[in-house]
């Protein structure tokens, strides 16, 4: 935007100069303009919800979808922070370097997680034209090591154009005990689970806050608000009652839930009347170039092939899942009542998606910490089982298992992760705008993609994309609008061409065909991506991909596998990348400072998060913490990094040191001083040697100390990958997540004495030679 120029007069007496405040005024939106609420729902598919056909109740999206359009052709990238990406920007993923999500970045310019300031956020524009920007619950879209206290923050929220942000900025969070930011801080949870806390109902608490401190001030200025809450992602947290809502909506099982929404889906017009269901296991039968088996975790295991127990299991996972849903919902309601009861939501223009189809993140038998699929560790029906009446709530990480991901896609088939396949790009789409929108409660079938959004807006509002944004030169939007659909059900679709990618995943969508690989997502590691064999289907007929034609029109097929080329050319499509989950979530990336043998750690500052707090994966390590002890009743938290679902912890208890590695939530392997700790000056910790692995499970001695003397000693094994993705994070003198043990409660704060700093040492040096050195640099303080 342009420096405007001073137009008052300027003499030596101020009684004779003329002022002009005009280049200085704050920029002012149109009058009469709309404000903007984006609704982003996490992980829901195509047809879990009601006004999709699914049995999940949600009377809010109801209550939009009446309002405003349902779209049935509606596309993301097949993953959050691409898709997030492209919601922001108008630009497609690998253009905005997020070809995967953050944690997965490569340092390639399709994937090294960093949106270019040449793709200006839609808060970037609107913010210098008028309008309060607002981002409320998951962010993901800044490049995980700089996700700290010590980086720029300029891939955070205020640094894209947003003026106020409350919220996480991974993929997922704890719904009882959430790693918040508040702005560019970390912030506490106001209040704990047993005093009524969750995540959606913060979450709700502060989108309202926003919007009402600046209509207090200025009831004119139109707005955006992001609102993004952490629904329906893993893990499915939500009170009991409300998953009891849904006890025997599910008994069925998934196979007949797919086939009763289907025919819901055809009544209501969603889907055309000749849409075929595909086998509940559509591909299995695939191998990879080499002949490697397709994953066993993109598998579903049929109903009738289930025992009664595990029937139970997986029906209970389903009513978690969606009383996460309903709960939500009716927590969006009541925003939307505060808006309409402000007179607020006549002129907003509301959209409601989900960022990508139903995760099959569970595996084929579910989870009760999905933290084990990024560890490379199947779940097993015996140890989910004991959870049964627990699910949902905090002792969990609930995910269902991949049926009903399949069932919650219907009638497409795979999910989330799947770029080839309708299960993991078709999405659930609503656009309600009272003022603007003729049509109410109508169906639209116009295929468009998440790029497109951002320029619809724009056309909505009036505003022309700017050339420079905070002085960088704009690349252009690669979205189109699709306006025209509002009020012309039958306008052709302007957009001819779609192509996608997704963790060696590949598909493209071209005037109403669709071309994909048979390739397997990031589970496979098959590579030989020229290897890979194709199919064709024609999406208008056939919507589901029920009926590959590529053996009827090779032609076709060719035409649209050139052209994927083609378009992988123009939006950095390459390289691909399928491997696995923990190779591609543990590869290198850059860090502040670099990888050194000792990491010193403080009390009263801020959680560090895993990914630049010390790796101790693989190797053997020590923790030594520096205290004074005032009294032998001295407790607390020394050390903790992680959580419930994976991490360990250093703590007194009882007089005595005790040390937990809880691995994935499964074992709490604890190891307890034999002698009491003394009141003075110390140093206490524990050496863990690895010598061996148990499977993918580093496998050693763990040792307590009293200054240089052994107090105790176990045997354990450690984690091959990250404790957790919900930002659990390192802590010294509290605990301030979900607790690492079931010894204590969160935060468990240090009292009775004085930490004056934790050493975590990876060199692999004997303990008592860094206890002597330690007791030395602690004598000098």
């Known amino acids: 935007m342009a420096k405007k120029q001073f137009k008052g007069t300027i003499n030596i007496d101020v009684r004779e100069s003329t002022p002009d405040w005009e280049p200085y005024a704050e920029p002012t939106a149109p009058e009469g303009a709309p404000n903007v609420l984006y609704i982003i729902w996490d992980d829901v598919g195509f047809s879990a919800m009601e006004p999709f056909g699914g049995l999940i109740e949600t009377p809010n999206m109801q209550r939009l979808a009446d309002q405003g359009l349902r779209y049935t052709q509606f596309h ?28 997965g970045s490569t340092g390639f310019p399709n994937a090294n997680a960093r949106i270019p300031f040449e793709h200006a956020f839609i808060s970037e524009t609107l913010v210098e034209q008028g309008w309060n920007t607002y981002a409320v619950g998951k962010w ?100 009991s009652e409300w998953a009891d809502k849904y006890k025997g909506t599910f008994d069925m099982g998934y196979e007949q839930y797919r086939e009763g929404v289907l025919e819901r889906m055809k009544q209501m017009g969603i889907v055309p009347q000749e849409t075929d269901l595909t086998p509940i296991n559509p591909l299995a039968h695939l191998t990879g170039p080499e002949g490697q088996p397709f994953p066993a975790l993109d598998t579903v295991r ?120 309708e299960g993991g790009i078709a999405d659930p789409f609503i656009i309600a705008w009272p003022k603007g929108m003729k049509a109410r409660g109508e169906i639209r079938h116009q295929y468009i993609h998440a790029i497109d959004i951002v320029p619809t807006l724009y056309d909505c509002l009036g505003v022309e994309p700017p050339e420079v944004v905070n002085g960088y030169t704009q690349a252009p939007i690669e979205g189109v609008t699709f306006r025209y659909t509002f009020n012309d059900a039958s306008a052709a679709t302007k957009r001819e061409t779609q192509f996608y990618v997704m963790l060696g995943t590949r598909g493209i969508w071209h005037k109403g065909w669709h071309a994909n690989t048979t390739h397997a997502p990031a589970t496979s590691d098959w590579g030989h991506f020229t290897q890979d064999a194709w ?27 050139n052209l994927w080329w083609v378009e992988a050319g123009k939006y950095n499509g390459l390289p691909l990348d399928d491997r696995g989950a923990v190779a591609i979530l543990t590869s290198p990336r850059p860090q502040l400072s670099k990888p050194r043998d000792h990491y010193i750690y403080y009390p009263d500052v801020a959680d560090v998060p895993e990914v630049v707090a010390v790796n101790i994966r693989n190797r053997s390590y020590s923790i030594l913490a520096e205290v004074e002890l005032q009294t032998p009743e001295a407790a607390g938290i020394l050390f903790a990094h992680g959580g419930r679902f994976g991490g360990h912890a250093l703590y007194l208890k009882d007089g005595k040191l005790i040390y937990v590695y809880n691995w994935l939530g499964e074992v709490e392997q604890k190891v307890t001083s034999s002698a009491d700790v003394p009141s003075g000056k110390l140093v206490v910790g524990v050496k863990f040697d690895k010598t061996g692995m148990d499977g993918n499970a580093p496998t050693g001695t763990a040792t307590l100390y009293i200054n240089d003397q052994k107090v105790g000693s176990a045997q354990i094994k450690t984690q091959l990958g990250n404790f957790s993705l919900a930002g659990e994070g390192l802590c010294v003198g509290r605990d301030g997540g979900q607790p690492v043990s079931n010894d204590y409660e969160s935060p468990f704060p240090f009292v009775g004495g004085t930490i004056n700093q934790v050493v975590v040492d990876v060199s692999g040096q004997r303990y008592v030679d860094l206890e002597k050195e330690a007791i030395g640099a602690f004598s000098r303080d």
């Open 76 to 103: 993301t990238t097949a993953l959050c922070s691409p898709t997030r990406s492209c919601l922001l920007t108008g630009r497609n993923a690998t253009s905005n370097g997020m070809a995967c999500i953050t944690e």
């Open 140 to 239: 993901h879209v800044t490049p995980s090591e700089e996700c700290n206290m010590a980086s720029s923050k300029r891939h955070w929220p205020l640094g894209r154009g947003f003026e106020r942000f409350y919220g996480f900025l991974g993929g997922e969070t704890d719904q009882w005990y959430p790693e918040l930011i508040y702005d560019n801080h970390p912030e506490d949870q106001p209040y704990l689970p047993k005093d009524g806390y969750h995540l959606s109902k913060d979450l709700t608490d502060k989108a309202i806050r926003f919007i009402r401190d600046a209509k207090t001030i200025a009831p004119d200025k139109p707005w955006l608000t992001y609102f993004c809450p952490g629904a329906g992602h893993a893990p499915h947290h939500v009170w």
């Open 302 to 421: 049929p109903w009738d092939s289930l025992s009664e127990d595990e029937k139970t299991l997986y029906r209970r996972m389903a009513e978690v899942y969606a009383g996460f849903i309903s709960y939500t919902d009716h927590e969006i309601g009541r925003l939307l009542d505060y808006l309409e009861q402000s007179g607020q939501l006549e002129n907003t223009i509301v959209v409601v998606l989900s960022d990508n189809g139903a995760s099959g993140e569970g595996g084929p038998n579910g989870s009760v910490n999905e933290c084990k699929f990024f560890n490379g560790v199947p779940d097993t029906i015996e140890e989910n089982i004991k959870y049964l009446d627990v699910l949902g709530t905090e002792k969990t990480y609930n995910h269902y298992p991949t049926g009903w991901a399949m069932a919650f896609n219907t009638p497409n088939k795979m999910w989330k992760r799947w770029a080839s396949y």
């Open 535 to 561: 199919e064709l289907y024609h999406l208008d007929d056939d919507r589901s991909q029920a009926h590959d034609v590529a053996a009827q029109f090779p032609e076709k097929l060719e035409e649209l596998k």
